[in-house]
């Protein structure tokens, strides 16, 4: 499956392993995290990988998940299809494509894998993620599992290369501070896109250059 002309600046940027990083990622970092919060005893850290699905070559898009309104940690947010690493998985594309088929159906034959952006690593779940990038060449047959999704939401490159805006987000260990993308202004029902999925974003956008 061949990669529309659009992404050859994300594709060597990958490839070739200059990746925006740190620098890029921290720029959607809530208040109060430091480029040290990845750093941690590798005993301790668990797993896990996120599909960042790009389609649409005439306006470039990105899709978006959220996450039910279940209680758990990241209840209700606007997330990246994904999930921690389980036996058998070749790490972390296969733990992507897997995560993104069970939770959307999306089939391993539409995607096209471009690379990986750096990990980040999240605190409250000690989880180390790493973002990995991938073409749709179709959504068609796209069909969400309700337990772990509650909306699909195609979003346009553009709206993530405006300005970001700071609001208050309540976390398990009280309110912080953080950048995030309004992502439909005409859905005020929506949260806002913010914390490490914010954060590979604000990479991606980086990685992908100006076109």
């Known amino acids: ?7 050859s600046a994300l594709k060597t940027c990958l490839e070739g392993g200059e990746l925006p990083g740190l620098d890029a990622q921290m720029r959607m970092a809530p208040q109060g995290r430091t480029p040290e919060a990845g750093s941690r005893d590798a005993g301790t850290i668990r797993y896990a990988a996120v ?3 790009l389609f649409d070559e005439r ?16 209840s209700g947010e606007l997330a990246f299809p994904g999930g921690g690493f389980e036996e058998g998985d070749v ?5 992507a494509l897997r995560e993104a088929h069970e939770e959307l159906g999306l089939k391993r034959q539409h995607l096209s894998v471009i690379g990986t952006l750096s990990p980040i690593f999240i605190p409250v779940s ?3 993620v790493v973002p990995v990038v991938a073409w749709a060449e179709t959504l068609a047959g796209v069909a969400p599992a309700s337990d772990e999704v509650s909306e ?11 300005a970001p805006v700071r609001r208050v987000f309540p976390t398990p260990s ?5 950048p995030c993308w309004i ?5 005020p029902d929506l949260p806002p896109l913010w914390g490490a999925s914010a954060m590979a974003a604000s990479e991606l956008i980086d990685a992908c250059g100006e076109s």
């Open 59 to 74: 306006d470039p898009s990105i899709l978006l998940i959220r996450r039910p309104d279940d209680g758990s940690t990241h």
């Open 183 to 187: 992502i439909h202004d005409d859905r």
């Open 152 to 162: 699909v939401l195609p979003v346009p490159l553009r709206v993530l290369r405006s």
């Open 91 to 95: 790490f972390p594309e296969g733990t």
């Open 1 to 7: 499956m061949g990669l529309p002309a659009f992404l």
């Open 174 to 178: 009280g309110e912080i501070v953080a």
């Open 51 to 53: 599909l960042l699905v």
């Open 126 to 128: 000690s989880y180390q």
